[in-house]
């Protein structure tokens, strides 16, 4: 595709259930980030993961969430036990390098409401 | 550590006037600030950015902005305002390693006729 898209456009859960959140990035694109957008409050990033054709690091975040990237192009933002504070956008963006200043692409972003 | 404020949620002006919209940064490390918006369903798009060249940045769609040490600044203005840039515009700071960033909450702008 020509863009980073997301998916699902809005999910809702029920507080304490896991969800998975995917990301499809841009071909060749490196580095990828997770961010949450709470209204009000910004955005921060949750993870970020670089890849080559030798190795993968993969941001850890502590706790509930994790990141997967079993391809590339693809990456999975899994939240468990979710909690109602985790109602926010996730926003996936993409890089072609990892250097500071390098144009992020964003997808339209997850809407997750935690009931 | 860094962090960023932008100073009003929205912000309305009449097409045609000046816009206005406020960010202030504070970073221990030598920053780079970037202005993206996002039109509504659409994701974060990059209007411009600023790496410690020029003071005075020029981007996309005839927005540009100023980078202000002594003020801890990086306001983005438009000389005249146009319907279509009804949007939601994020400051952001840079500059603790990589490429991640620290968004502020946002300001919403309304364009009237």
């Known amino acids: 595709g020509a863009g980073v898209s997301q998916s699902p456009r809005y999910k809702v859960a029920k507080r304490g259930r896991d969800v998975a959140l995917r990301c499809d990035s841009i071909?060749?694109?490196?580095?990828l980030y997770w961010y949450r957008q709470t209204l009000g409050q910004g955005s921060e990033v949750l993870t970020y993961?670089?890849?080559?054709?030798?190795?993968?690091k993969s941001g850890r975040p502590s706790g509930r969430f994790s990141a997967e990237r079993p391809e590339r192009s693809v990456s999975t933002l899994k939240i468990q036990r979710t909690e109602q504070g985790d109602s926010a956008v996730y926003l996936c963006?993409?890089?072609?390098?990892?250097?500071?200043?390098?144009?992020?692409?964003f997808g339209s972003g997850t809407q997750l409401s935690v009931l | 550590a860094q962090s960023v404020t932008q100073l009003g949620s929205h912000v309305s002006v009449s097409e045609g006037a000046l816009v206005l919209l406020r960010c202030n940064y504070s970073?221990?490390?030598?920053?780079?600030l970037f202005w993206y918006v996002q039109y509504p369903n659409q994701g974060l798009q990059l209007l411009l950015k600023?790496?410690?060249?020029?003071?005075l940045v020029k981007g996309i769609n005839g927005f540009e902005a100023e980078f202000k040490k002594s003020e801890t600044s990086f306001h983005l203005t438009k000389p005249s305002a146009h319907m279509s840039d009804a949007a939601e515009y994020f400051c952001?700071?840079?500059?603790?390693?990589?490429?991640?960033?620290?968004f502020g909450a946002g300001t919403r702008l309304a364009v009237h006729p």
């Open positions: 963006a993409s890089s072609l390098g990892d250097h500071l200043g390098e144009k992020l692409f």
């Open positions: 071909s060749g694109h490196v580095t």
């Open positions: 993961s670089q890849s080559d054709a030798q190795r993968d």
């Open positions: 952001a700071v840079g500059g603790g390693g990589y490429n991640k960033l620290i």
């Open positions: 970073s221990s490390v030598p920053p780079y």
């Open positions: 600023y790496t410690s060249a020029a003071t």
